[in-house]
Every structure is written in structure tokens, then in C-alpha cells.
């Protein structure tokens, strides 16, 4: 497939893509909030009462020896899959080579309660079938009687504590916002924290960087020597947006083994457009083998993994 280079018709292209879905049922929006933890005043007792930070694990965890010096992770933005693509994609994360039996995985746009989707809790229907813990998380709406908004998940063999919310800063169109969420994984005696993240499409680069500062922000919370992985959609399509984001993790400590791969494909007004919008940044941690599973078309983005060599040689049973 020949690829656009960025060009003024290119740009022309992607402002059509910025544009187009705001007429249509991706509208729907959410307003400011600080965390999980922070109460909302302006939304009402109804709305406070529904927790946009849900966490589980499925009854029947996937069992037996984990051989923790090597665990997979995939970053994915699964564009709200529900019905027979949704089976799919589980089938796939069962025995596909590539991305089959991640140890954690780190997803995006996933819909708990929306329409579209046919009000499927995505993340528990998947962590039920896949035998693993999940943590799910969503931006507040801006109206209540507003349908919930598209969430980010982190799923893991291994149990999850410290779990965060994060509301980034930044509207998007209609004053929608997007969210972060974080995890600390306890993979034998090691805890790693964990971020999925999903940025802005149609805002300044300036403010989607400060949106994957507010990881950062988090971060510092935590002990420099803790391995970090952060991974996710972050959007950069822009001409400069690669470099802006290489300089804010590699000045962070982090390093990534992609390179200029693109990670995202669609048809805007009948021509081809690949694009680099998705990631997996690590610090502490160290890979052995990478990739990005093109032949997976379930989504307009292509799903990322990483092989990781753990710092421990020790084994633990799955409980």
C-alpha cells in the first residue's frame, strides 16, 4: 500500500477525519473531572453512584506455571468491538503467535455501556472468557442524561493494586475529555506499574502532550527504580507529534522498540491513509522480541506487542 507523505493534501485529509465523526454518533461527550477519587458535584446522585472505574477478575483465572522472566504485553485500540468481532478478537488473544496469552494487556475504546455495542460490559465479558483480572475506566459524561463514554482497560494475569483514574487534561469537540488509567502489576516479588492511555484526536499537539504528561505526573508518585510500562493510543498524527513524544518519555527515562511504524489504517475519501498513533514505552524493563500483528483487521489500528525479559528468573503459580 503506498503511503501519504505529509503533505498540505494530506493535512486536508486528516482534518475530513477530525471532522466527520462529530456528526455522527462519536459525539457524544464528557466533561472535566480531577480523578477517580474526586467527587463531582455538578453531576447528580445518580451519576455518582455509577462508578466510571470498575475492577474485577474472572472467577476462573487462567491457571498454572508462569514462567515471569519473559511476559508478553499488547497495547490496542480495539475500536469498541462487540458481537461476532468482539469473539473474534478473544479467539485471537487465546492462541493467535503473536498476540496470544499476554501476560498483561493495555486496550482502548472500550465500551461498557453504550448502544453501540449493545451495552456489553467489554472488559468483563473478555477478562470472563480469558481468565484474567481488569480494570476498566471512563472519562464523565457532560450531561447526565448523556450515554457513557468510551473507556480504556488494562488487563493481567497477575494481580492489580493502586489502581488510578486519570481524567486528562484538555477538552475535546463537544467538551469531551479522555482518561487514562493506571495499575501497579505485581509479577512475582516485582511491581510494575502500568498505564493504558487513550489522547485526543482534535486538539493542539501542545495540550495532547500535556495530556501524556499527566501520565508522568502520576508516575512521580512512584519510586524512580519501579520498571513502568505506558502504552496506548496516543493519537500522533501530526507532522512533529513523533519527535514531541520521543523527547517527553526518552527525557522521562523511557525507550521504546518501535521505530516509525505505522500502527493505524483507514480509507478517507477512498484513499489509503497509514498512520503512527499508537505505543508501548518502557522504563526499567527490558525487550526480547516486538512486533506490530498487521494481519489482524478487526480494527482501524493494528495491535502492538512486546516479548519483555523480567528482571527475576523466579516462577509463580497463577492463583
Given amino acids: 500500500m503506498r503511503l501519504f507523505k505529509m503533505t498540505p493534501v494530506t493535512i486536508a485529509f486528516l482534518l475530513c477525519w477530525a471532522i466527520l465523526p462529530l456528526l455522527a454518533a462519536q459525539r457524544r461527550s464528557s466533561a472535566p473531572s480531577v480523578d477517580a477519587r474526586s467527587s463531582r458535584p455538578h453531576e447528580s446522585p445518580q451519576r455518582r453512584e455509577t462508578s466510571l472505574l470498575e475492577v474485577g477478575k474472572e472467577e476462573r483465572l487462567r491457571k498454572g506455571q508462569v514462567a515471569v522472566e519473559q511476559i508478553r504485553v499488547i497495547s ?12 473474534k478478537l478473544v479467539e485471537l488473544f487465546r492462541n ?44 464523565p459524561v457532560v450531561k447526565d442524561e448523556d450515554e457513557e463514554e468510551t473507556g480504556v482497560a488494562i488487563f493481567s ?3 492489580m493494586s493502586d ?56 508516575l512521580a508518585h512512584y519510586p524512580k527504580s519501579m520498571p513502568v510500562i505506558v502504552l496506548g493510543d496516543l493519537n500522533t498524527w501530526e507532522a512533529n507529534a513523533k519527535p514531541r513524544t520521543n523527547k517527553l518519555f526518552s527525557d522521562a527515562g523511557f525507550h521504546t522498540p ?15 491513509l497509514e498512520l503512527k498513533l499508537d505505543w508501548v514505552w518502557l522504563r526499567g524493563l527490558e525487550f526480547s522480541s516486538y512486533g506490530i500483528d498487521r494481519k489482524v483487521e478487526l480494527s482501524d489500528h493494528w495491535p502492538l506487542w512486546v516479548n519483555l525479559r523480567m528482571p527475576t528468573r523466579q516462577q509463580q503459580t497463577v492463583r
Fill in 96 to 139: 493467535d503467535p503473536e498476540i496470544g496469552n499476554a501476560g498483561i494487556m493495555g486496550l482502548q475504546e472500550v465500551d461498557r455501556n453504550k448502544r453501540r455495542s449493545g451495552n456489553t460490559n467489554t472488559a468483563k465479558l473478555m477478562a470472563d472468557e480469558l481468565g484474567l483480572h481488569y480494570a476498566w475506566a471512563a472519562p
Fill in 163 to 218: 489502581l488510578q483514574r486519570i481524567v486528562l487534561p484538555h477538552e475535546g469537540p463537544g467538551h469531551r475529555r479522555r482518561v487514562a488509567l493506571g495499575a501497579t502489576v505485581k509479577i512475582g516479588d516485582l511491581s510494575v506499574r502500568v498505564y493504558s492511555i487513550h489522547a485526543e484526536t482534535r486538539i493542539p499537539l501542545d495540550k495532547k502532550v500535556e495530556q501524556m504528561s499527566a501520565v508522568l505526573q502520576d
Fill in 76 to 87: 490496542y485500540n480495539i475500536r469498541w468491538r462487540s458481537g461476532k468481532d468482539l469473539k
Fill in 157 to 159: 494475569l497477575f494481580p
Fill in 258 to 272: 518501535f521505530g516509525s511504524q505505522t500502527t493505524f489504517s483507514r480509507q478517507i475519501l477512498f484513499v489509503p
